[in-house]
């Protein structure tokens, strides 16, 4: 182990990650700067350029995580969806996992809420509310719910709970048809889905 991984380590659990922060970059730059054999100004513009390069790079993770749905997210979201169905109906429960889903970025959770609000499953049915659930699915993390899309397209189709549009309809169901068949999206894949979008696109355009 060498003097700076020792300092660094001491550093470390001494004053925490902000001056870490800054003994990394000075530390690499030094380095380089002995390798090289570089001037003391060389050297400063060199530890500059690491620290940035080390800042972009650590706002990027940041904001990645901040974007993407965790794992938290991903548990509370399948729990939530399990208490919806026949076997492990429990609408409070569903409500609940879902709605931490949401908070924890996952757009899923918001579309499941959606499917509360519309079925009238543990709450009063409410279209409207619906409709704004699946809105916020759409709008949530760095991914689309197709199921968010083809849910506010069938309401669009038949005007419950917005006003009768089938031009936005026709925007939803053919965004669900993309997100279920594409690669992009290889994880939300869903051939069933795909073949209610492509029927829903189907009515959709010829009734425009």
């Given at each position: 182990m060498t003097i700076y991984t020792k300092l660094l380590i001491v550093v470390y659990f001494t004053v925490g990650a902000p001056a870490t922060a800054i003994i990394v970059p000075v530390g690499l730059a030094a380095?380089?700067?002995?390798?090289?054999?570089?001037?003391?100004?060389?050297?400063?513009?060199?530890?500059?350029?690491v620290f940035f390069i080390l800042f972009i790079l650590f706002f990027a993770l940041i904001q990645l995580k901040?974007?993407?749905?965790?794992?938290?997210?991903?548990?509370?979201?399948?729990?939530?969806?399990?208490?919806?169905?026949?076997?492990?109906?429990?609408?409070?429960?569903?409500?609940?996992?879902?709605?931490?889903?949401?908070?924890?970025?996952?757009?899923?959770?918001?579309?499941?809420?959606?499917?509360?609000?519309?079925?009238?499953?543990?709450?009063?049915?409410?279209?409207?509310?619906?409709?704004?659930?699946?809105?916020?699915?759409?709008?949530?993390?760095?991914?689309?719910?197709?199921?968010?899309?083809?849910?506010l397209a069938v309401l669009y189709e038949n005007g419950i709970g917005v006003p009768h549009d089938p031009s936005r309809a026709r925007e939803h169901f053919a965004e669900a048809l993309r997100i279920s068949t594409s690669s992009e999206f290889e994880t939300y894949h869903d051939e069933e889905m795909a073949l209610l979008a492509q029927e829903g696109l189907r009515r959709a355009s010829f009734n425009k």
């Open positions: 380095l380089w700067a002995s390798y090289r054999k570089l001037s003391m100004v060389s050297f400063a513009k060199v530890s500059l350029l901040a974007s993407s749905p965790s794992e938290d997210a991903i548990r509370s979201v399948t729990t939530g969806w399990r208490y919806m169905t026949p076997s492990h109906e429990n609408y409070e429960l569903a409500m609940s996992f879902n709605l931490a889903g949401f908070k924890l970025n996952h757009p899923e959770g918001a579309a499941n809420i959606g499917m509360l609000y519309e079925n009238g499953w543990g709450v009063p049915q409410s279209a409207t509310l619906a409709a704004d659930w699946y809105q916020k699915a759409i709008e949530t993390g760095d991914f689309r719910s197709a199921q968010a899309d083809y849910q």
